[in-house]
């Protein structure tokens, strides 16, 4: 498990190829202390990778300089529209359309609260990503699912029925999109993104993209963000570095309103902005401004190991259905065909030592799934599978 960077041309080296399983269970975060020793954990959305050097030096050098403060300022704003315009073409996109928030989720609340009230309904596309349901119940908003298509892509007709529904009760309605889609790792076209605007405009819902993962797109495979379609000027987009450069424990994030709704926008809350870590928005700042080199490395490393990842399974679980997507580092497994009933995770874990996700949690169309993260090494990913057969031998 070890890689060497490339002195020749300083590129960096596999960052997915550089930790070995004795320094990664030196960790304390979530990933690497929720289960025992014996547990391989491929659970929780942390990447097992060393630091962008960039990062790393924008963080140490603040500390040293005691540069511990609260935040203040746009840089990070404007790091993050220069980072999509060089790598998405969003040439519009003013900083002034963008706001730092404490993290993603908060983020989300702040929208969902610019634009619907208690007791109003938000659309989801299940299976999706657990805290959607835990943060509307906290916000005290209603969840309409609109399962995906068997393609694990958007089906129009049920997100249709579920924004008839959701206006049925007489209230305003927000979809709270996540593109790309945890767990299935969709990439949703700049097609499929239109015709959601078109969509949720004849139907007067508003649109909120959930955008954590948008870095996160394998090579050849465009994201398109959703506030650039026609028709999208009226939503909104939560962005982070958090995901792709591995720093949700430096908690950051920013919320992007598109030219019609940025009046909304400007009457978030001053206190949430004002709650971003300053360290979290120095540390992103550097992702977006100097940490594109790491991020081809990592995604060069990702799709070698979502290939890994299927032939591991094709080979040792050939019951269990895994249809890899260009988006994310998670892989949505369908497990039916083992017999283990709803929650294969409880048995991956109690009889194999491995800890993935239960995908019942993950909403309607979860039952009989797991969500296994493989950003992490093809040794450990290799390992891993190993355990999961030997656990349904
Ligand atoms: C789709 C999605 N949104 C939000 C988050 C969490 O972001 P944050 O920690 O900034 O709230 C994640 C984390 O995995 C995610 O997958």
Request: hydrophobic share 45%; charged share 20%; proline share 7%.
């Amino acid at each position: 498990m070890s890689d060497v960077t490339n002195a020749s041309n300083d590129l960096p080296g596999n960052p997915l190829r550089q930790l070995h399983l004795d320094q990664l269970r030196q960790r304390t975060s979530s990933k690497w202390r929720e289960h025992p020793a014996d547990v391989l954990p491929l659970w929780v959305a942390e990447m097992d990778v060393p630091l962008a050097e960039p990062i790393t030096k924008a963080v140490t050098d603040a500390m040293a300089a005691g540069d511990t403060g609260y935040p203040h300022g746009t840089a990070y704003a404007e790091s993050f529209a220069e980072f999509a315009a060089a790598r998405w073409d969003w040439s519009d996109l003013a900083p002034a359309r963008v706001r730092p928030v404490p993290d993603v989720m908060l983020g989300v609340v702040a929208m969902l609260d610019l634009i619907t009230a208690p007791g109003d309904a938000v659309i989801v596309n299940s299976p999706v990503y657990t805290p959607f349901y835990d943060f509307c119940a906290y916000n005290g908003r209603k969840v309409i699912e609109a399962p995906l298509g068997r393609d694990h892509r958007i089906d129009f007709a049920a997100l249709a029925e579920a924004f008839e529904l959701a206006l049925g009760r007489g209230r305003r309605a927000a979809y709270l999109l996540c593109s790309p889609h945890n767990p299935t790792g969709t990439v949703h076209t700049a097609a499929e993104l239109a015709r959601v605007a078109r969509v949720a405009d004849s139907y007067g819902v508003r649109v909120v993209a959930d955008e954590a993962h948008s870095p996160l797109c394998a090579p050849g495979t465009a994201f398109t963000p959703y506030l650039t379609v026609p028709g999208g000027e009226n939503g909104f987009a939560l962005t982070s570095a958090a995901k792709a450069w591995n720093l949700p424990g430096l908690r950051a994030a920013l919320a992007v309103a598109g030219p019609a709704s940025a009046a909304e926008l400007a009457r978030m809350p001053e206190e949430l902005s004002g709650s971003t870590s300053h360290l979290g928005a120095i540390a992103q700042t550097a992702a977006y401004r100097e940490g594109g080199a790491w991020l081809d490395a990592l995604l060069a490393g990702l799709e070698e190991n979502r290939r890994h990842l299927a032939a591991a399974i094709e080979t040792r679980l050939p019951q269990v259905v895994y249809r890899p997507q260009p988006g994310t580092y998670l892989a949505w497994l369908d497990c039916r065909a083992l017999g283990l009933g709803d929650d294969p995770a409880a048995v991956f874990l109690e009889r194999g030592r491995v800890a993935l996700n239960a995908g019942h949690r993950f909403g309607t169309g979860g039952a009989g799934h797991v969500r296994l993260n493989y950003a992490t090494s093809p040794e450990i990913i290799t390992e891993a599978v190993d355990r999961m057969a030997t656990a349904v031998a």
